[in-house]
């Protein structure tokens, strides 16, 4: 691996520059109060702006101080989202001095709430709306584009957003959030990003009786209707935008999985909540067990939910797993999947094909108390069982209760712990109570932030498990090496990387995951084991390592003004 990646400012060879007001008003181009005395003259802007020239530095300042001024998250969101309406620039300079800071307040958790106020606090349109009852025109939608390249599209169709189900048409807030985050981190350039909401209407009582929704006001289109719909939709896009990736996001199960089976091997494509989530938890698992000195093949894994996230999750770690030399079946008797009807097992008949995988032979479970509505649940499987990992992804706050826990850090010297469900009051259990509860053992990261924890003395940072550590560098790497597919194993690579970058490898009370002013320089290197991944399976063109490194250090973009003139 070529050195350190270092951050570059890019030039933006602007199109056509309009004139005046227009250019003012066009937020990839605007530069507000920075428009330098020339361009003021040769641009029309003499009069439109206040006397003084700014220098970006100036102008992040000032926005700093009104962000600051704002009383409460939703505020700040609201002002950040109004800032990217009116000057792109300066928005991600301003994100990327306070990327600590502002990072949950455009994504998680803060996006929860835009979402569910998108039709009180919409202002300007971002993005692109497909409704149901426009099925038969979606080519021509999406020729009304804002820009005509586009690198990464996410989509969702707003069914079940982070841990707040169905927000109908709201549901945009996320790929709007999400691709600031592909441009903050990644370097998309923004102007090649595109947000979609599928509007299939909603079955949200609070949205069809809001006088302000925005949406379809319609129940949820289903079945083979739907599925057709989103047929109809990803025909369009191959005619139209072939070469972008597409990103499925916050799709409910049903659809999530038969949609990606569907389609990632005919495009460029891949779904964030199944395989992102799964690369950022086994990175951060790849690291949490080296640091504990054992193997992956060697652990005993609980994954309380069996939902889309969760299966994701198991999916990768079983295939680490196998890479140690276990076979499947081996590897499949290490899970133990709980989800609202009990531990998975094979007398089960709601299971999917999927979630069977991990069925237990239920001679295995049968003899055990059952202690959950009369089923064997979270607590008797930890009673039984020695569990060095605990993975929550089943939006019930509290589940991972201080007796639970403190059984399975009983029986383990340094328990694996992730309460990984969104919004913060579904996390399993809090940062603190998992460190208290196991005497300052447990290894931790959470799926919502928390601040370090105070423990005999210690400060113990917490690493955020979010999806931020990988959708990012996937879009950087399948743009700068030209993939044309996603795979499984560029995922599983994606995590590898991540996991190199733990800090807790060099030091044990280290996080498990870099800090988030790292993510640039991490997205980079994540970005080139994707790459060569994608060479390696032949859905990318051959490239050699240096190249692709250039390659992917040439497509990060920073944010900068360049100069313009006509
Ligand atoms: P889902 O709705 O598909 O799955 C939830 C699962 O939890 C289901 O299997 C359900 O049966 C189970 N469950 C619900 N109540 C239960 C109970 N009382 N006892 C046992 N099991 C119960 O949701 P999905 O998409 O899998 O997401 C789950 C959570 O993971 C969400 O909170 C989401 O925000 C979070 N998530 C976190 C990510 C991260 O990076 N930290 C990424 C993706 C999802």
Not at 46 to 71: F, M, N, S
Request: charged content about 25%.
């Amino acid at each position: 691996m070529p050195g350190p990646i270092a951050e570059r400012v890019v030039d933006v060879v602007s199109p056509r520059i309009p004139r005046g007001m227009d250019l003012l008003d066009t937020p990839l181009l605007n530069k507000g109060t920075a428009f330098t005395e020339e361009e003021r003259t040769e641009f029309g802007l003499h009069g439109l702006l206040p006397p003084c020239v700014e220098t970006l530095e100036e102008q992040v300042a000032r926005a700093y101080e009104a962000y600051q001024r704002k009383d409460d998250d939703l505020e700040r969101h609201i002002y950040l989202r109004a800032l990217q309406d009116n000057n792109e620039v300066l928005f991600y300079r301003l994100l990327l001095d306070h990327i600590e800071e502002m990072t949950p307040i455009v994504y998680t958790p803060t996006v929860a709430l835009a979402c569910q106020q998108f039709s009180h606090i919409y202002r300007r349109p971002r993005g692109m709306f497909i409704s149901y009852p426009q099925r038969d025109s979606i080519v021509h939608l999406l020729r009304s584009r804002p820009n005509p390249d586009v690198d990464v599209i996410v989509v969702t169709d707003g069914e079940r957003i982070l841990g707040i189900g169905d927000q109908g048409v709201g549901g945009l807030g996320i790929p709007i959030g999400k691709l600031s985050l592909y441009t903050l981190i990644g370097g998309i350039r923004p102007e090649r990003t595109l947000p979609i909401v599928l509007d299939v209407g909603t079955n949200n009582p609070e949205r069809l009786n809001d006088p302000e929704y925005l949406g379809w006001r319609h129940e949820r289109i289903t079945g083979e209707d739907y599925f057709a719909f989103v047929e109809q939709f990803v025909e369009a896009v191959k005619q139209e935008l072939l070469q972008t990736c597409l990103q499925w996001e916050d799709f409910a199960n049903a659809h999530a999985r038969p949609i990606l089976e569907r389609y990632r091997d005919q495009l460029l494509t891949f779904n964030d909540d199944i395989q992102g989530t799964a690369a950022v938890a086994l990175g951060a698992i790849l690291s949490a067990v080296k640091v504990t000195g054992k193997n992956l093949k060697d652990q005993q894994i609980v994954i309380f939910g069996a939902g889309s996230a969760a299966i994701g999750v198991a999916d990768g770690l079983r295939e680490a797993m196998k890479e140690e030399g276990v076979s499947d079946q081996e590897a499949r008797s290490r899970f133990w999947l709980i989800n609202s009807k009990g531990v998975l097992h094979s007398d089960r008949k709601d299971l999917t094909p999927e979630q069977m995988v991990y069925a237990q032979p239920e001679n295995r479970v049968a003899r055990w108390l059952g202690t959950f509505n009369g089923r064997v649940g979270l607590a008797d499987v930890i009673g039984q069982i020695e569990a060095t990992i605990l993975v929550g992804l089943s939006t019930v706050g509290g589940a991972f209760s201080e007796a639970i826990v403190r059984e399975m850090a009983r029986k383990v010297e340094r328990p694996i712990v992730f309460p990984l469900s969104n919004p913060t009051t579904k996390s399993e259990a809090t940062a603190e109570d998992l460190i208290r509860w196991t005497d300052g053992r447990a290894l931790v990261a959470t799926g919502s932030p928390f601040a370090p924890v105070n423990y005999a003395g210690r400060k113990i940072p917490i690493a955020q498990c979010n999806n931020v550590y990988i959708f990012p560098a996937i879009g950087l790497g399948v743009v700068a090496s030209r993939a044309n597919r996603v795979t499984d194993q560029m995922m599983l690579a994606a995590a590898r990387a991540l996991a190199q970058n733990s800090p807790a490898l060099k030091n044990s009370s280290a996080p498990l995951l870099p800090p988030l002013t790292e993510l640039r320089r991490v997205a980079a290197e994540i970005a080139v084991a994707v790459g060569l991944q994608a060479e390696k399976e032949g859905v990318a063109a051959e490239l050699v390592e240096d190249e692709l490194h250039r390659q992917v250090i040439a497509t990060q973009w920073t944010p900068g003004y360049p100069a313009y003139s006509n």
